[in-house]
Structure formats: structure tokens, C-alpha cells
């Protein structure tokens, strides 16, 4: 599996947007780009998959460059809810490790008034 | 509230004890995870089954055990134990084992095991 790096911490204000990027080098041709939110005592909650370029839903976009070795993760207009722990996870779900996730330490997000 | 169960919610036990850990998916959801988290290991996955089977093994000890039975829930066994087994354990389902490129896995509340 693809080892992923990403940000201890990071601090934001109210209403900013913020950007978390994750490094794969090592990512593999079918890996999946996939992350996770999670509220202290609360299991992790899917927040965004993709494989490249771009996606985007209601909570947050995606951006996987071309050559796939990173990734980030766009909050828009955060919020003292948006305060958790992110990870990002690489992986794929379709191949020997039949979806099961690798979660490192995250990024403590922590957003203030 | 993602619709996946787990009982207790608490569980406070001496070392050397046996404990039963219970997982209900979401309804139609085939497969089950486990994960522990504790707080010098972060989130580990466990284990996992898909339809009564086990798929795919991670950091799981030999004491910890687990099983899926033909109702879909999940039951894991932890034996043995001692106190650095104390962590929150969590309970994941997804649609899908294997096959799909889209495989979201929800999770349940979690179930606080804290051995003294």
C-alpha cells in the first residue's frame, strides 16, 4: 500500500479556505485517492474519493495532479465544526486489500473563532 | 448517524478477562471491519469480512478473534487481554467486498474498551 504524508497540524480562522495536501509518492496505477474526517470519539466519516484531477461535492474538493504523487483537499469557508482530524487514504479498493484502509496520524485541523 | 451499530458502548474489564465486541451494519451492507484506535497507534485496521468470509487481515493479534455470521452482524473476540489493549474499537460496513472502484466504508459510534 502507498505510504502517505500529510501535515501534523494546522491552524485556520473562521470563513478561510483551507487546503490540506497528502504526498503518495508511491502510488500505484489502480490506487484511489480517498479521505476521511473524524470528530474526537467518533468514528472516521467519508468525506471525498477520487483517482485524478478533480472532484468536488458538497463538502470539499479534490485535486490530484497529473502525475498523482500528491493530492489536496480544499475546505471552503471553514467552521469551528470543520475543527477534526483529516486522513488521507491510498489504496485500491478493488484489488488484495478488498477495501480495507490504512489510516496514518492525520491532520489535526483546528479551527478558530 | 451513519446506521452501523455497536454494543457496548463502554466496556471496563481486568486483565486476563475475555470480551465480546458486537457489530451491526447497515442494513444491506455486506461487508465488516474492524479497526482499533488507541493513542500511541492511531487507527489500525483489524480485519475484515465480506458475506460471512474473512477478506483481508491487518494488525490483528493472535488473542483478538472475529466472525460474521449469516445475519451480517459481527462479533470480535478479544482474550487475554491487557492493559494495552485499551483503545476505542470501531465497526466499518460497505456495500461492496471487492469489484468496485467506489468503496465508502461507514462506521459506527466505536466501543470504548478500557482494561485495568
Given at each position: 500500500l502507498a505510504k502517505t504524508t500529510q501535515p501534523i497540524s494546522m491552524d485556520s480562522y473562521e470563513g478561510q479556505e483551507v487546503n490540506i495536501t497528502c504526498s503518495h509518492n508511491n502510488i500505484a496505477t489502480n490506487d484511489?485517492?480517498?479521505?476521511?474526517?473524524?470528530?474526537?470519539?467518533?468514528?472516521?466519516?467519508?468525506i471525498i474519493q477520487g483517482y485524478k484531477t478533480k472532484v468536488t461535492n458538497e463538502v470539499a474538493s479534490l485535486f490530484i495532479p497529473a502525475d498523482r504523487?500528491?493530492?489536496?483537499?480544499?475546505?471552503?469557508r471553514v467552521s469551528l465544526s470543520d475543527t477534526a482530524v483529516y486522513?488521507?487514504?491510498?489504496?485500491?479498493?478493488?484489488?488484495?486489500?478488498?477495501?480495507?484502509?490504512?489510516?496514518?496520524?492525520?491532520?489535526?485541523?483546528t479551527v478558530w473563532p | 448517524?451513519?446506521?452501523?451499530?455497536?454494543?457496548?458502548?463502554?466496556?471496563?474489564?481486568?486483565?486476563?478477562?475475555?470480551?465480546?465486541?458486537?457489530?451491526?451494519?447497515?442494513?444491506?451492507?455486506?461487508?465488516?471491519?474492524?479497526?482499533?484506535?488507541?493513542?500511541?497507534?492511531?487507527l489500525q485496521f483489524l480485519i475484515q469480512y465480506y458475506n460471512g468470509e474473512e477478506r483481508a487481515k491487518g494488525n490483528?493479534?493472535?488473542?483478538?478473534?472475529?466472525?460474521?455470521?449469516?445475519?451480517?452482524?459481527s462479533e470480535?473476540?478479544?482474550s487475554s487481554l491487557e492493559l494495552g489493549d485499551s483503545?476505542?474499537?470501531?465497526c466499518a460496513s460497505s456495500v461492496q467486498g471487492s469489484g468496485s472502484s467506489y468503496n465508502e466504508q461507514f462506521f459506527g459510534p466505536g466501543t470504548r474498551l478500557t482494561v485495568l
Open positions: 484511489y485517492i480517498t479521505w476521511y474526517q473524524q470528530f474526537p470519539s467518533q468514528g472516521p466519516r467519508f504523487k500528491s493530492s489536496t483537499l480544499s475546505l471552503p486522513y488521507c487514504l491510498v489504496g485500491d479498493p478493488r484489488g488484495s486489500t478488498l477495501g480495507r484502509l490504512y489510516f496514518g496520524r492525520g491532520t489535526q485541523l | 448517524d451513519s446506521g452501523v451499530t455497536q454494543t457496548p458502548k463502554h466496556l471496563i474489564t481486568a486483565t486476563g478477562q475475555r470480551v465480546t465486541l458486537r457489530c451491526s451494519p447497515r442494513s444491506g451492507d455486506l461487508s465488516v471491519y474492524w479497526y482499533q484506535q488507541s493513542l500511541d497507534q492511531g490483528i493479534l493472535e488473542r483478538f478473534s472475529a466472525q460474521q455470521f449469516p445475519d451480517l452482524h470480535l473476540n478479544l483503545a476505542l474499537y470501531f
